[in-house]
């Protein structure tokens, strides 16, 4: 999978040249970047660190910066990265199929879940809204079933209908529950970050919203990023 960084229409972009120049992979980092800066996510102890649309790596890179040699890193993406970032451990495959064991590995929980997953746009802007909430939904509930008690999350979620129901879903679960546009994202863009701080544990939320029996959220879009 190319980086972002081979994205002609971005190569003017300041935050792209900036990723340039730092040996990021994508502009994206510094929608982290803002967002561990405003409600830090990487704190104290936290190393075990879930990325799901991973591809091309910048958030992966970013964590394992912030964190150091003891960050322990997983990422989740539909295809292979050109270039995976050292030491972490990646994993291809449909988030929406994806079982919590394969994430897991040998880990018993993680600290943090970053999503950054954006669905197969098509323009038609309530079609693209519906496809971000259910990949918001399938990660707010991976979260629910991998973070250890007081975990953080951050999820990439369109501004649509659901979206005051989705970031209440996510104070139902989480002490501090924020929300984000950074400088970084595109002026024209609807995407927003939602963040979770200070995970209640399994029992505080239930299941995710709008899931299905068998734990897959409603509303599946075709693609995962």
Request: include cysteine; proline fraction near 7%; hydrophobic fraction near 40%.
């Amino acid at each position: 999978m190319a980086s972002k960084l081979d994205d002609r229409s971005a190569r003017r972009d300041r935050f792209h040249q900036k990723a340039k120049r730092e040996g990021f992979l994508a502009r994206a980092v510094y929608k982290l970047e803002e967002i561990d800066g405003r409600f830090p996510i990487f704190e104290r102890g936290m190393t075990r660190v879930l990325d799901l649309g991973c591809a091309p790596g910048s958030w992966l890179q970013y964590a394992r910066q912030r964190i150091g040699e003891p960050a322990q890193l997983v990422g989740l993406d539909r295809g292979p990265l050109h270039r995976p970032p050292p030491g972490a451990r990646i994993v291809v495959g449909d988030v929406m199929a994806i079982s919590v064991a394969e994430l897991l590995g040998e880990l018993p929980a993680f600290d943090v879940v970053l999503s950054d997953l954006a669905p197969d746009t098509i323009g038609v802007r309530h079609v693209d809204q519906a496809r971000s909430e259910a990949l918001f939904e399938r990660a707010l509930e991976i979260a629910t079933l991998v973070l250890a008690p007081g975990g953080n999350f951050v999820g990439k979620l369109f501004q649509g209908p659901d979206f005051k129901k989705l970031t209440l879903a996510v104070r139902a679960r989480f002490a501090v529950q924020k929300t984000a546009k950074p400088a970084s994202s595109r002026q024209i863009s609807i995407e927003q970050y939602v963040i979770g701080k200070g995970f209640r544990g399994q029992a505080a939320g239930g299941a995710a919203p709008g899931a299905a029996p068998g734990g897959t959220p409603r509303g599946t879009p075709g693609g995962t990023r």
